[in-house]
Nanobody
Framework: QVQLVESGGGLVQAGGSLRLSCAAS????????MGWFRQAPGKEREFVAA????????DYADSVKGRFTISRDNGKNTVALQMNSLKPEDTAVYYC???????????????WGQGTQVTVSS
């Protein structure tokens, strides 16, 4: 069974940093495009970052460019999201997702993790 498990969420003050990690169980992890999305209470799930299987192409939402960095380690079946200069508006549940398209559309991702809460206090 294919699974994604996120970790690393928590409570941090504005301006602080967190590093999220997502561990994947699929044997063909290196074939998947990976993405991070987030969902705040009362809001739709929104794109944060995506990375191609090789790691050669990356995309970010405008709201996180220059502050967040996505990376992957195909040897360890993991994808990470380094989040710096966090703002209260970054507060959300963060989800890791895997799919076969390099996309900012959540409907293009087939496998989802359970999510990890990130709370940024002002």
């Amino acid at each position: 069974q294919v699974q994604l498990v996120e970790s690393g969420g928590g409570l941090v003050q504005a301006g602080g940093s967190l590093r999220l990690s997502c561990a994947a169980s699929m044997r063909t992890f290196s074939a998947y495009h990976m993405g991070w999305f987030r969902q705040a209470p009362g809001k739709e799930r929104e794109f944060v970052a995506a990375i191609k299987p090789s790691g050669g192409s990356i995309d970010y939402a405008d709201s996180v460019k220059g502050r967040f960095t996505i990376s992957r380690d195909n040897g360890k079946n993991t994808v990470a999201l380094q989040m710096n200069s966090l703002k209260p508006e970054d507060t959300a549940v963060y989800y890791c997702a895997a799919g076969f398209y390099f996309s900012n559309d959540p409907t293009n991702y087939r496998v989802w993790g359970q999510g990890t809460q990130v709370t940024v206090s002002s």
